[in-house]
């Protein structure tokens, strides 16, 4: 029953606050065939989440319920203003069967990710150790910026404001972190669906026919064919398993192994994630949220692209909408700041191209001032860890490189062919199918510049010295083309005269779309389903309860004092052991939203750019354990504000028999004791 009130609680505010959020929708998106419904979700919680951290951040009231209720108050004071001056010109609500087709579509996908996260509903290993600890910090902070749970005393040095936004759900919708976590990765997705469902068939409506012009089962299919193609299909490297495959059940060869994880390394050095294999593995990570902000960047330059009164002036509604969008880029994973303003101003340039080139100029320029000016209040206290740019020493060979992207460039290819095929035939269309051309042309020119150039990161030195760079360009140029992947296959069919084309590019789309559905299947069983019994999104710390049970029994004494605190009071500070990212050191700061001096190593390390003061701390923590000087011990705990000192498994393990229990044990109370692991209270 819990599972039916969560989904409910998340889809509930979701629509109140889609409602309160239309009018501005509306502004934006009006030409929409919705009206800019399916939209006013995500806009209003990028305006509610960026409030509530702007208020946060300012001070003006404390990070909790308060804040957020402050947060709607001025989104409905804006709504209404909106309202006010523009309901003459608003386009009427939607249909009723346009909102019920979209909360269908949200709702639908949302339980499918809840079920099979509750297959393996592990809040453990990769990034999640990180993502669940930046909203846990959250829930115990008083204002921002926040600090860093890994690095005690110091603000975090990284992007968080999708977080805040995970916040600002679960907070409203009253529903604890560990099921919540699995929720907001269901909440993602089903907002991305909708959203990129009605992108698609808006662009198809306007290359294809007029308003009207499509049948409802033909807006289905570009639908799915959208939708699919962006959140859940494969790459070409299951080509070979499928032919592999096909000859084992024809008594050739040996059934073929496959790991899920695979395609995702296929090019030498780099990472290359489908949005589905980051849906199952990276959850509420930084990039799978930069998705949303992907999708509304979109259909905000569409949007100005379609209007035909829009000037390049202030009273331009789209550019302020693209100077938000793009300030929250910066904001929820910074990298997409400089892919998304680059397509944007593409778009502005294709645009107004015919007008004056000093007012194009001026107009980039103020939209990336008043952009950075919206992330300013993150950007003050965050600086990105990046050296320079260097140039690629080995470069993408061609074979995995479609092994990763051939389904993506078809998309482009169809493009291409139909468009000097029949050029003569669609010049008076000219205009609008420019705007495919120049998604894809930005999207290209990305591709390229990978295999040319990096962003220089901690990891400049090893073989992986460009990964970031190609995995952070990579998702969102995924998202793009593919978001377009219906419009241009339903173009392209339809420009077909011939009924032998048409037959053969539907057995083609077929088998395309086939090849693409073997994947999220396979790896929804490896993942998932295949070994697993269905536990439930609640048990996400079952692996600590069984892996070390005097440990977990000592998270829920901490975590029954820390509940208990006032808010103000909540967040405090604690000493467990140092070792190596991605291990099961860090739990407890992890789990309580409580700092800890120092954290996993290798991400402090990316996020500050220098393992300098990683180091320092790590010997720190090390005397804390292990030294024989209380006093020097004492100095460390004052210095870092410590209030409880952990002493458990993973430490026991840590440091063995160099540690100094009697010390430890002399520095404060011990108010909980079981098994071998024991809570220090500092005096």
Same mark, same amino acid.
């Given at each position: 029953m819990d599972y039916f009130v969560w989904i409910g609680s998340v889809w509930t505010i979701t629509v109140a606050v889609g409602a309160l959020g239309f009018p501005v929708s509306n502004l934006i998106f009006r030409a929409s065939s919705d009206g800019g419904y399916a939209f006013s979700k995500i806009l209003s919680w990028f305006a509610i989440g960026y409030l509530t951290f702007l208020i946060a951040t300012l001070g003006l009231v404390p990070l909790a319920f308060p804040a957020i209720i402050a947060a709607l108050f001025v989104w409905a004071i804006i709504n209404a203003f909106v309202y006010w001056r523009m309901h003459d010109r608003m386009v009427p609500i939607p249909r009723l069967s346009q909102i019920v087709t979209t909360e269908l579509i949200f709702l639908s996908i949302c339980v499918w990710i809840v079920i099979i996260k509750g297959f393996n509903p592990e809040i453990y290993q990769i990034e999640r150790f990180m993502d669940f600890g930046f909203i846990e910090?959250?829930?115990?902070?008083?204002?921002?910026?926040?600090?860093?749970?890994w690095l005690a005393g110091e603000t975090l040095n990284y992007y968080y404001m999708s977080h805040v936004i995970g916040f600002v759900i679960l907070t409203l919708a009253d529903i604890p972190s560990v099921p919540g976590f699995f929720l907001l990765i269901g909440f993602i997705v089903g907002i991305l669906a909708t959203t990129i469902a009605r992108f698609s068939v808006d662009v198809a409506l306007y290359i294809v026919s007029g308003k009207n012009g499509l049948s409802r089962v033909t807006k289905t299919l570009v639908a799915v064919m959208s939708v699919f193609t962006a959140l859940f299909s494969g790459s070409w490297y299951m080509i070979p398993w499928i032919m592999r495959r096909i000859g084992f059940i024809f008594g050739i060869g040996e059934i073929p192994?496959?790991?899920y994880p695979e395609p995702t390394r296929a090019i030498a050095g780099t990472i290359t994630e489908m949005p589905i294999f980051s849906f199952l593995v990276a959850d509420i990570h930084a990039h799978v949220w930069g998705m949303l902000t992907a999708i509304v960047v979109l @259909? #905000?330059?569409?949007?100005?692209?379609?209007?035909?009164?829009?000037?390049? %002036?202030?009273?331009n509604r789209y550019l302020w909408a693209l100077a938000f969008a793009l300030g929250m880029a910066y904001m929820v994973n910074s990298w997409d700041a400089a892919t998304l303003g680059a397509l944007a101003v593409f778009c502005i340039v294709a645009k107004y191209r015919h007008g004056s080139k000093i007012r194009?100029?001026?107009?980039?320029?103020?939209? @990336? #001032?008043?952009?950075?000016?919206?992330?300013?209040?993150?950007?003050?206290? %965050?600086?990105?860890?990046?050296?320079?740019?260097?140039l690629v020493r080995s470069r993408s060979l061609l074979l995995p490189w479609l092994s990763f992207w051939g389904s993506i460039v078809v998309i482009i290819v169809a493009y291409i062919l139909r468009w000097v095929w029949a050029r003569k035939k669609i010049l008076a269309h000219t205009d609008k199918l420019l705007f495919i051309g120049v998604v894809f042309g930005t999207g290209i020119l990305f591709l390229a510049m990978i295999e040319i150039v990096f962003m220089k990161d901690i990891l400049i030195s090893g073989e992986w010295y460009r990964a970031n760079t190609v995995f952070k360009i990579s998702t969102q140029v995924w998202i793009w083309v593919a978001a377009l992947a219906g419009p241009v296959y339903l173009w392209f069919?339809?420009?077909l005269t011939s009924r032998i084309a048409r037959i053969a590019t539907a057995i083609f789309l077929i088998v395309y779309f086939g090849i693409g559905a073997v994947y999220p299947v396979i790896a929804v069983e490896q993942a998932f389903t295949g070994s697993q019994k269905f536990i439930g999104i609640h048990h996400g710390l079952g692996w600590w309860k069984n892996k070390y049970p005097d440990d977990y029994a000592a998270y829920q004494y901490l975590k029954a004092v820390r509940d208990a605190l006032p808010h103000g009071e909540r967040l405090k500070y604690i000493v467990e052991g140092e070792g190596e990212s991605y291990t099961d050191i860090s739990r407890f700061s992890v789990f309580l939203g409580w700092p800890t001096i120092i954290g996993w190593p290798v991400h402090e390390w990316t996020w500050r750019g220098s393992y300098d003061v990683v180091g320092k701390r790590r010997e720190e923590v090390r005397e804390i354990y292990t030294g024989a000087d209380p006093q020097r011990t004492r100095e460390l705990l004052d210095h870092y504000k410590i209030s409880y000192i952990i002493l458990g498994a993973v430490e026991r393990d840590r440091y063995g028999s160099a540690i100094q229990e009697k010390k430890i044990r002399s520095l404060g109370t011990v108010v909980f004791e079981q098994g071998t692991t024991i809570i220090v209270s500092v005096f």
């Open positions: 910090t959250l829930r115990n902070s008083s204002n921002l910026p926040l600090a860093d749970l192994n496959f790991f @259909a #905000i330059v569409f949007s100005l692209w379609r209007d035909e009164l829009a000037e390049l %002036n202030f009273t194009i100029a001026v107009t980039v320029a103020l939209l @990336a #001032i008043f952009a950075y000016t919206v992330a300013l209040p993150w950007s003050v206290t %965050n600086h990105l860890p990046i050296q320079g740019i260097g069919y339809r420009s």
